[in-house]
């Protein structure tokens, strides 16, 4: 018996150890070759940095200078901060009203912003682009409104499911307290909420800093590209034009910051995702 | 002062599919500790929760200090509430909890600070008012949930179940210090339970309710020595009160005659019983109220031999489970001896302990 579950342990170690190897080799990958020449990228992919090959910063000054970084970099940190805090203080509220007011226009919305998070981006694309150019929506400020759709399906399923584990009679005792409901939501109900926001403005972070698609059809190659869309116009034309360098490290710096973030906030994504699983 | 007066008062759910309290009226009064009473969906929370203001009144009049509540939001009515599963702010700590609703009313901090040490000072809450609620356990937790009522000083104190999420012994410690508080208070103070031994421990006057409507309101002895009717009589007491189905007919003094036995009605009852003369009542005999043979005792016109189906010793007294006129009964004596399944066992039963319902209405007589 005990024998069987040691091996059983032991194959489940190794196939962790082979699907970590798997997520973060790409990462691995990115940041030895952002340390290389040119040459030695095309002719060694696979091995760390050396005294033969190592070129400092170079290949980061190189992509700074043919980029367009800082622009696109604050195009995207304006885009994202906007998107996740609207995402996440609008959803909340939505979830908080749907839960708490049952009648059966909130169902009906339930099931809207269910439903919303199984269409696929592929299937509305073309409407949307169409409908965010008419309604002047292709520029920094008006993407903030389009990801607040997208990302509102998922956040109001995250926020209901916990705020249905949240007893009434907190929020009754805040009314009685002398809370109006304004008062409620920020005072107790939002607070409370504290784990799952993290953990849906984690998620949304990480989906709107990688986006490519949807601000490379609405804010285009232009002045207001973002900062996937940027790294890739800059340094990539056509065959064997690439600077491998200067493009390995500009994706460093890309995905540093959301790393950075999600490293501070990892320990709640387990405590919102669980959070109102079982009875407390 | 703060009496509270129900006039006439509705409460329906679903634009009046459901009613839950058709037509209450009561009156608390100033510093009183009354107790709701009932079993489960009674509507003694409803009743409850009109007094706070988080049900709306479908009809008539709710009075806190003779000024109609009915449209006031519950923060203006100057009342506290103490739920049943304490909803305290988990993200705050027991300082905070407490403090919260005096910051809201934006009172000095001085004086937050004095009202809330008073608070922990009797509540001997000092040690954790840095604590988060989650690091303490079920009866701090409740206390910090009346410390978190008493800082605001209001003039109703309304606690519904506060002792049903704990354990048998602090429920117990728990009941005196409520009850202390409100002696230190003397505030008016509406309590909700089933747990009919907290209604009669506690309460200066108990409120029975079934199905929305008032069984009787009176003081636990009224209650427990004159029961209104079959439902009071039933409710209040542990083990319930037993009920036997008999004849009342006058053959050599008036007798009650049930199954397996026959009871002599004594001449203090004779006159409220003589229009039940061949008629069928029910008697209640409370099962504390059974003697046994072995105790000293003159005056037992009754005896009735049974046949122990269980016996459960609680110490000084053992229950008797048996069975009569296909209905089970209890009856609670004092025996120190080993009672086995099947043993005959003789009761005896005063007369005058025993209580008359008529069999229609189910009113005592």
Known sequence: ??????????????????????????????????????????????????????????????????????????????????????????????????VRVKNKFTRLMYYFFVFSMIVPFQMVMYTMTYYAFELQLNNPVGIVFIYLGFGAGLSVFMFSGFIKSIPNEIEEA???????????????????????????????????????????????SGENKTLPVAVQMALTGGYGNKDMGALMAMLVLAILPIIIFYLFCQKYIIKGVVAGAVKG | MATITFRNVAKSFDNGKFTVIPDLSLEIKDKEFVVLVGPSGCGKSTTLRMIAGLEDISGGELFIDEKVVNDIPPKDRDIAMVFQSYALYP?????????????????????????????????????????????????????????????????VFLLDEPLSNLDAKLRTEMRSQITMLHKKLQTTFVYVTHDQTEAMTMADRIVVMDKGVIQQFDTPQKLYNEPANMFVAGFIGSPQMN???????????????????????????????????????????????????????????CSLTVSAELAEMTGSETNIHFELDGKRHIARIKSDKKINRGDKIKLLVDPETVHFFDKETSLAI
């Open chain 1, 1 to 98: 018996m005990k024998t069987k579950r040691r091996i059983r342990n032991t194959a489940v170690y190794i196939l962790l150890f082979v699907l970590s190897v798997a997520f973060l080799a790409p990462i691995a990958i990115i940041l030895m070759n952002s340390l290389k020449g040119n040459f030695y990228i095309s002719q060694a992919p696979f091995t760390p940095p050396d005294s033969e090959t190592f070129v400092g910063a170079e290949n980061f000054i190189k992509g700074f200078s043919q980029s367009d970084f800082m622009r696109s970099f604050a195009n995207s940190a304006f885009i994202t901060v906007f998107s996740v805090a609207g995402i996440v203080l609008l959803t909340s509220m939505t979830a908080w009203y749907i």
């Open chain 1, 174 to 220: 805040a009314i009685i307290d002398g809370c109006s409901p304004i008062k409620t939501f920020f005072l107790v109900v939002f607070p409370i909420l504290k784990p799952t926001a993290i953990t849906v403005a984690i998620l949304n972070a990480m989906w709107v800093w990688n986006d490519y698609l949807l601000p490379y059809l609405v804010l285009g």
């Open chain 2, 91 to 155: 993200h705050m700590t027991v300082y905070k909890n407490m403090a919260f609703a005096l910051k809201l009313k934006k009172m000095p901090k001085k004086e937050i600070e004095e009202k809330v040490m008073w608070a922990a000072k009797i509540l001997d809450l000092e040690p954790y008012l840095d604590r988060r609620p989650r690091a303490l356990s079920g009866g701090q937790r409740q206390r910090v949930a009346l410390g978190r009522a008493m800082v605001r000083n209001p003039k």
């Open chain 2, 243 to 301: 009920f036997f189905d008999a004849r009342l007919e006058n053959a050599n003094g008036l007798k009650a005659k049930s199954v397996g036995f026959e009871l002599e009605i004594p001449k203090s009852k004779a006159a409220f019983l003589s229009d039940y003369i061949n008629k069928n009542i029910v008697l209640g005999i409370r099962p504390e109220h059974f003697i046994s043979p072995d105790e000293a005792f003159e005056k037992g016109s």
